[in-house]
T-cell receptor, first 115, second 115 residues
Framework: QKEVEQNSGPLSVPEGAIASLNCTYS??????FFWYRQYSGKSPELIMS????GDKEDGRFTAQLNKASQYVSLLIRDSQPSDSATYLC???????????????FGQGTILTVHP | KAGVTQTPRYLIKTRGQQVTLSCSPI?????VSWYQQTPGQGLQFLFE???????NKGNFPGRFSGRQFSNSRSEMNVSTLELGDSALYLC??????????????FGQGTRLTVV
């Protein structure tokens, strides 16, 4: 089982719709969760961090965390073509020993928002 | 506020050579982590430095090494380059980098091509 798994893509949504991106993780002791956006040929850009159960909203983005289910999601409301990118879920995990500075990434979900 | 700066942006090296990549973190950030990104393996953690000490290391051969200087700038070295080392090398900085870390921000990356 992979440490961090994201829903397989690609995901295609029409402009203005809600895009839902999902991620599960295997280490129950994980404490910190992040969503990054990566445009083709660019480096990952942090868009959300979440540490506690529940929802965290920032503009059009909402991150949801459920530690009991080991599940974190990202909702993008009013999706725009400029949101088309690969979305990476990342977790600070204790698996394998020390977790200092170690983000464990999912494989990413490619999102396409079509006009 | 300046972001994470990586140099050089692009490198072409021959098999067997060695290469050194540089990373300057965001001012005030003391933790620097390095990642390798390839299409097949995604983003994989190489190592993390904090206050000139390597605190964590990923599952990479000893040909991959790094160091951090007193001003928090970091370098990564790869010796005896192999074709499979061709990748995007990313550096990320954060304030502390512990298990309950604050967010990590990535530099633009160094695209290494080994021929």
């Amino acid at each position: 089982q992979k440490e961090v798994e994201q829903n397989s893509g690609p995901l295609s949504v029409p402009e203005g719709a809600i895009a839902s991106l999902n991620c599960t993780y295997s280490d129950r002791g994980s404490q910190s969760f992040f969503w990054y956006r990566q445009y083709s040929g660019k480096s990952p850009e942090l868009i959300m961090s979440i540490y506690s159960n529940g929802d965290k909203e920032d503009g059009r983005f909402t991150a949801q965390l459920n530690k009991a289910s080991q599940y974190v999601s990202l909702l993008i409301r009013d999706s725009q073509p400029s949101d088309s990118a690969t979305y990476l879920c990342a977790v600070i995990s204790h698996a394998g020993g020390t977790s200092y500075g170690k983000l464990t990434f999912g494989q990413g979900t490619i999102l396409t928002v079509h006009p | 506020k300046a972001g994470v700066t990586q140099t050089p942006r692009y490198l072409i090296k021959t098999r067997g050579q060695q290469v050194t990549l540089s990373c300057s973190p965001i001012s005030g950030h003391r933790s620097v982590s390095w990642y390798q990104q390839t299409p097949g393996q995604g983003l994989q953690f190489l190592f993390e430095y904090f206050s000139e000490t390597q605190r964590n290391k990923g599952n990479f051969p000893g040909r991959f090494s790094g160091r951090q200087f007193s001003n928090s700038r970091s370098e990564m070295n790869v010796s005896t380059l192999e074709l499979g080392d061709s990748a995007l090398y990313l550096c990320a900085s954060s304030r502390e980098g512990g298990w309950s870390t604050t967010e990590a921000f990535f530099g633009q990356g160094t695209r290494l091509t080994v021929v």
